[in-house]
């Protein structure tokens, strides 16, 4: 059977859920440029007043911290990626944030956090909960190394909706994944104890799902 897609493309959309060597390199490249709109509105909304130590799940190449890291010397910034390859391209694009002790990035698996409990009052998840092997065992993880009072932000540049169910099932099928509703993501939060809030831009289909411990 095949999907259509030629190895070297197939490669591509493989590298987006796991990049991996150059190929991975590219694709992370590519995100910093597509997923700059969707931070830049995830900063608008979220307010960091009362936030110092933000953990990333799934970090990518690292540029929210980047941002985070350029925006405030408040924050004490943790990136955490699955891949080695975003690991590595992570600690070059942080690395002036690293070297002033500020940024660190860990390789590692959302469902088994390295880290002790209580340990963030931030968790963000940009893009990368539908590659999760299990978003509730996930959700548990991120819900523990909170402190109480902390916030997890979960955003995602689609969501399932009748409008968007050409585009999305195109993207689906390429990586493998599927993009939940409002109603399942709220539902998985409250699941995992968070007391949740629900954002959506319908023209964009883009979604921010904020979970409080
Ligand atoms: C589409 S990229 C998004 C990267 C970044 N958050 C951004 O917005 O540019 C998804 C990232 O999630 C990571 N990832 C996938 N599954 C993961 C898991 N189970 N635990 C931790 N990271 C994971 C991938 O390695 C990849 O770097």
Not at 155 to 160: F, H, I, L, P, Q
């Amino acid at each position: 059977m095949t999907d259509g897609h030629s190895p070297p493309m197939r490669g591509l959309f493989n590298s987006i859920g796991h990049p991996r060597g150059l190929t991975g390199r590219f694709v992370l490249h590519k995100m910093v440029k597509g997923h700059g709109p969707l931070l830049r509105w995830v900063l608008e909304i979220i307010d960091l007043k009362s936030v110092t130590r933000i953990l990333d799940v799934g970090c990518g190449r690292g540029e929210s911290l980047r941002m985070l890291g350029n925006m405030s010397s408040k924050f004490e910034l943790t990136g955490l990626d699955i891949s080695d390859t975003s690991v590595a391209s992570a600690k070059r694009n942080c690395r002036n944030l690293i070297s002033m002790d500020r940024c660190r990035i860990v390789q590692g698996e959302v469902d088994t956090l390295p880290f002790d409990d209580n340990q963030f009052n931030m968790v963000l998840a940009i893009e990368t909960y539908f590659f999760w092997p299990d978003l509730g065992h996930g959700l548990d993880e991120i819900h523990r190394v909170l402190t109480p009072g902390g916030r997890f932000i979960l955003v995602s540049e689609a969501y399932d909706h009748p409008a968007f169910k050409e585009r999305n099932g195109l993207w689906e099928k390429r990586c493998d994944i599927r993009f939940l509703g409002p109603e399942e993501i709220e539902a998985t939060m409250i699941g995992s104890g968070f007391d949740t809030e629900i954002m959506v831009d319908e023209e964009r289909n883009w979604i921010l799902a904020i979970g409080r411990v």
